[in-house]
């Protein structure tokens, strides 16, 4: 993914448009650390004047996306960038943030990829715009290819759909940058030519107040009175005396009587 975000940063700074990048690595479970390797390979665009590049961990977050990417996007956008790129940490079952986030979502596959059954599993087929199909100078490429679109041609999708697109790219040898340029352009006009583009807008930004509302109200109910309840029923709960909801249920009573008397 870095390479392509590489090339495609390049083709975009020659038609003098500035890029905003965030780029995010997955976070270890034992140190708390990440390697921040997507910086690394980019380089190469990484002092231009008219390029930002922010890189970030997910901190534990399971969608693939830090849980402060929205808040650096908005301060790109506020900053008049043209094109804010995001660069997840890959894609899987619980690793789909980002179609709640960007304006049009491409998966990067690799001939090695698998089957296009594995892609359906993994949620592929709901959150693509479009296919780049990367690494397409090695074997197998016109194969996988052939057997997305086989799959692709099964999905429903009526006139508001739009039909995702498979860009095959070599991306190390600057081959296929100027499709996918192309098919971003073409999904924005899609987009735009309806009220998708707004009502992606609209649903994007629901999701992310209520996920603020739940943060906060999470952190408000986990003061240290409530965990100390949690803490005392422990022991009643692995012993079967009392069940998990009835312990919910008088955190939850706990914190509507604090509520009501402030």
Do not use: C
């Amino acid at each position: 993914e870095s390479t392509i975000t590489n090339e495609l940063t390049k083709l975009l700074l020659n038609q003098n448009k500035s890029v905003g990048i965030i780029a995010v690595d997955p976070t270890s479970p034992f140190t708390g650390g990440a390697v921040l390797g997507d910086r690394i390979r980019m380089n190469e665009i990484g002092l231009n004047d008219n390029v930002f590049i922010r890189s970030m961990a997910t901190r534990g977050s399971l969608g693939g996306l830090s849980k402060k990417a929205n808040d650096a996007a908005d301060i790109l956008d506020s900053a008049g960038y043209d094109f804010i790129i995001f660069e997840t940490v890959g894609v899987g079952q619980s690793e789909l943030d980002i179609a709640k986030t960007a304006d049009t979502t491409m998966v990067v596959l690799v001939p090695e990829s698998g089957d296009s059954v594995q892609a359906m599993k993994a949620g592929l087929m709901e959150i693509a715009d479009f296919f780049i199909m990367n690494k397409g100078d090695r074997p197998g490429a016109d194969s996988a290819i052939l057997s997305l679109q086989t799959t692709l041609a099964l999905k429903a999708h009526d006139e508001n759909t739009f039909l995702p697109n498979i860009i095959k790219s070599t991306a190390s040898k600057s081959e296929g940058i100027d499709d996918i340029l192309n098919e971003i352009d073409k999904h924005r006009n899609f987009l735009l030519s309806s009220e998708l583009f707004i009502k992606r807008r609209n649903k994007n930004n629901q999701i992310r107040v209520k996920e603020i509302v739940e943060s906060f109200v999470t952190n408000d109910i986990w003061n240290s009175a409530r965990t100390e309840i949690l803490q005392n029923e422990l022991e009643l709960i692995t012993n079967s005396e009392i069940s998990p909801y009835e312990s919910a249920e008088k955190i939850i009573e706990h914190y509507k009587k604090e509520i009501l008397t402030n």
